[in-house]
């Protein structure tokens, strides 16, 4: 009889052992993604303040509170970082817009959420950073403004042309200029960006004000302007 009570203990460590495992790994790799994610945000306050040629690895760990070397286990270097930024901070941004390409709408509905899109997600957050550091340091690193070309410009451009496509079929643009040159749809933002970075302090920006009237001039729409 003895023996039944060590059999049935027995079976019940082998369970607690395992879950005791699952456990520690979970803790694991929560410990992990927070390191990743305060490595990332760390790395985003030192390219904004420094720029990506001036920023050093180290400088990134201090700020993220951790060695170096653990910078290593999550990113091979500081361009594989860079561009995890690009991928973490904008990428949820162009699927919104390539989701919103497929949608069966007016276009000028299009472009008041498109409007709001960019002051939420993009003007009023962090990511205008990310964007602005590709605009001044793109040129002396092509490897990033490649990437960043290949991430967010040519998905968003494939997503506009779609939605300007679909308006000039439904006659809802008078030229297929918009069609021809998708660029013109997004530059009071570009332009909007460069601004606040520049200028800001001196004359601040209504963003939603300048891109309903660069809107109206667009569209002839005497009403916006």
């Given at each position: 009889?003895?023996e039944?009570?060590?059999?049935?203990?027995?079976?019940?460590?082998?369970?607690?052992?395992?879950?005791?495992?699952a456990?520690?790994?979970?803790?694991?790799?929560?410990?992990?993604g927070?390191r990743?994610?305060?490595?990332?945000?760390?790395?985003?306050?030192?390219?904004?303040?420094?720029?990506?040629?001036?920023?050093?690895?180290?400088d990134?760990?201090?700020?993220?509170n951790?060695?170096?070397?653990?910078?290593?286990?999550?990113?091979?270097?500081?361009?594989?970082?860079?561009?995890?930024?690009?991928?973490?901070?904008?990428?949820?941004?162009v699927g919104?817009?390539?989701?919103?390409?497929?949608?069966d709408?007016?276009?000028?509905?299009?472009?008041?959420?498109?409007?709001?899109?960019?002051?939420?997600?993009i003007?009023?957050?962090?990511?205008k950073?990310?964007?602005?550091?590709?605009?001044?340091?793109g040129?002396?690193?092509?490897?990033?403004?490649e990437?960043?070309?290949?991430?967010?410009?040519?998905r968003?451009?494939?997503?506009?042309?779609?939605?300007?496509?679909?308006?000039?079929?439904?006659?809802?643009?008078?030229?297929?200029?918009?069609?021809?040159?998708?660029q013109?749809?997004?530059a009071?933002?570009?332009?909007?960006?460069i601004?606040?970075?520049?200028?800001?302090?001196?004359?601040?920006l209504?963003?939603?004000?300048?891109?309903?009237?660069?809107?109206?001039?667009?569209f002839?729409?005497?009403?916006t302007?």
């Open positions: 009889m003895p039944a009570p060590a059999r049935l203990m027995k079976g019940v460590a082998a369970p607690s052992g395992a879950a005791a495992a456990a520690r790994s979970g803790t694991r790799a929560k410990r992990s927070e990743r994610d305060a490595i990332l945000a760390g790395a985003l306050d030192e390219f904004a303040a420094r720029g990506f040629a001036a920023t050093r690895l180290e990134v760990a201090k700020r993220a951790v060695a170096k070397g653990t910078i290593y286990l999550h990113f091979a270097d500081k361009e594989t970082l860079f561009q995890e930024l690009i991928r973490l901070e904008l990428s949820p941004v919104a817009l390539e989701r919103a390409s497929h949608a709408v007016p276009f000028r509905q299009v472009t008041d959420q498109l409007i709001e899109v960019f002051v939420r997600e003007f009023e957050t962090r990511r950073d990310v964007i602005r550091l590709v605009l001044t340091e040129p002396r690193f092509p490897k990033l403004a990437f960043y070309y290949r991430e967010v410009i040519a968003a451009m494939e997503a506009i042309r779609a939605i300007l496509r679909r308006a000039h079929e439904r006659g809802e643009l008078s030229s297929d200029a918009l069609v021809r040159f998708p013109l749809l997004p009071p933002g570009i332009v909007a960006i601004w606040s970075g520049l200028f800001d302090r001196f004359e601040p209504d963003i939603r004000a300048m891109m309903r009237a660069y809107f109206g001039v667009l002839g729409d005497r009403s302007t």
